[in-house]
């Protein structure tokens, strides 16, 4: 386990939050839960047919276990979210249906301060678990979207924060323009503040560094940093830059000798989700990486996606990390 993690579920269980898991039909979520709530990481809830549940192999008898189906709030938690979403044509009748989906019967419980976060994802694809967070959670205040990124920690590495990066966005926005782009940029590095806690170094990739090439996709990157300096002129985030000038000091010192970024990024901002999706997994892979996420952000409360070849492992990763982001919605 990295020293990452250690730290994020230290911050977890000094003050324990309560996260909801609607998929208990997955043994890799009832493996990650049984590991929780025996370190005593979280509070859990978890969803789904309770007979099964109990039946499964994993010592859950600290959890929560609700079937939506048959559960004494959901037509309290239905009239609740017709009340959201009246105006958009949901009918009473389609809002208690909603809560025998698992994913919203979970959102729902956040929304209403039953849970402080959900994690998902093993089991149910990223539209899936996103859909009823945009309707019933919505953005942050301030935010103007929802983006995503991993939590990369790469062993025996001595770029970026001892081996420690922030990839985004690795999972959610396929092609941000100039303007989104430097709002995942800002939102990544509130993110490293709050996750890894020392100075974000922010890097708006390309495959151009200072000008090196001329074209719409080298610009694209160079108006988003004049958008995001404009926005954040404290952040210390600079590009264009290629990845080696980012993270790598003595390329960095060439390439882009009056940047005050280059060489010492740990925030890396992807131009498209093709790169920051590719960039991710060859670091994973090759570089024998951990990955953490993908973790959402932007959202009024967090509720993280998990990759459909989630390890229980990540599972407990994902789970810690969403407790960190719900204490610090509460600072």
Known sequence: ???????????????????????????????????????????????GDAGNIAASPYELADARIIDPRTADNREELAEILYDLRKEKGLSKEDALALMDDVLYYGVMLVKTGAANGMVAGASHSTGDVLRPCLQILKTAPGIKLVSAFFVMVVPDCAYGEDGIFIFADSGLEVQPDAERLAHIALSSAKSWETLVGTEPVVAMLSHSSYGSAKNNDANKVIEATAIAKELAPDLALDGELQLDAAIVPSVGASKAPESSVAGKANVLVFPDLDAGNIGYKLTQRLAKADAYGPITQGIAAPVNDLSRGCTAEDIVGVIGITCVQALASKA
Do not use: W, Y
């Open 1 to 47: 386990m990295s020293t990452f993690l250690n730290s994020i579920l230290a911050r977890a269980k000094s003050d324990k939050q309560t996260i909801v898991l609607p998929e208990g039909d997955d043994t890799r979520t009832l493996e990650a839960a049984e590991t929780i709530l025996r370190e005593g990481i979280a509070h859990l809830i978890i969803l």
